[in-house]
């Protein structure tokens, strides 16, 4: 026990919290918006990424401006696939945090991050003339200028951003699509069809998971390892 309070940076916990809260204070602004509607890609590109890991794949991914989408897929692993949608885009962000507070490859993982996401969109996003399509490539190109010409502190505010919203709104969506919402056509919904298990059931489930997670990544972005993020990293002498 002595040695977790040792090793963890519990100003960095509080730094992170504070950003936490301000992503929540803006979380129905148009500040917030685009952010969201990044992780819904996470969402539905997990369900791709599942499908074909387990033998199937993607046939194509929609995303629309009233922050959904679908991921339609073609074989694999009906119970993965549905299941890694919420817990995949958690998985996401915590990544994405973890390496942002932990490394000093921030501008490398907006350059790689935005890469990645252009070649989703091309690939995958249709139709092309879509609200999908267009803020796919957008934000695609936004991280890649941002990792090529902005600051490592710039990059690591904004990777930062992306990851606690990535964490929050896996719990938050699982909560109104499956909890508030039983009744809708979600992924515990369609899941529930496949087992015969309720949609309550996954639902609290999939938010018990996602709850433990977010904390587990917040405590492992605060580790004692990387310079504080309201700090200036040191340089090398010579």
Do not use: N
């Not at 387990?54 to 929609?62: A, L, M, R």
């Not at 949608?85 to 490859?105: H, K, Q």
């Not at 938050?172 to 992924?187: A, C, Q, V």
Request: aromatic share 8%.
């Amino acid at each position: 026990m002595s040695r977790l309070k040792t090793s963890i940076d519990w100003q960095s916990v509080i730094l992170l919290l504070g950003l936490a809260a301000v992503v929540g204070v803006l979380w129905e602004t148009p500040v917030v918006y685009p952010l969201k509607i990044l992780v819904v890609f996470f969402h539905e590109l997990s369900h791709g990424l599942m499908a074909i890991m387990t033998g199937g794949e993607v046939v194509e991914i929609q995303v629309v401006a009233e922050q959904g989408g679908h991921c339609i897929t073609r074989g694999g692993s009906r119970f993965l696939t549905l299941s890694a949608g919420y817990l995949g885009s958690l998985v996401w962000g915590g990544v994405i945090l973890s390496l942002a507070a932990r490394t000093r490859w921030d501008r490398t993982i907006a350059v790689i991050l935005g890469g990645l996401l252009l070649c989703v969109t091309v690939t995958f996003v249709r139709p092309f003339a879509s609200f999908g399509f267009g803020f796919g490539v957008a934000s695609s190109l936004a991280l890649l200028l941002i990792g090529l010409k902005l600051s490592e502190r710039v990059c690591d505010l904004v990777l930062r951003l992306i990851g606690l919203t990535s964490c929050l709104y896996a719990v938050l969506d699982i909560k109104s699509d499956i909890l508030d919402r039983p009744g809708l056509r979600s992924d515990a919904a369609m899941l529930a069809e496949v087992t015969g298990i309720s949609t309550t059931f996954w639902g609290v489930l999939w938010i018990s998971i996602a709850v433990i997670t977010a904390i587990a990544f917040l405590l492992f972005a605060s580790r004692q390892q990387k310079s504080g993020f309201a700090t200036l990293k040191p340089r090398k002498k010579g």
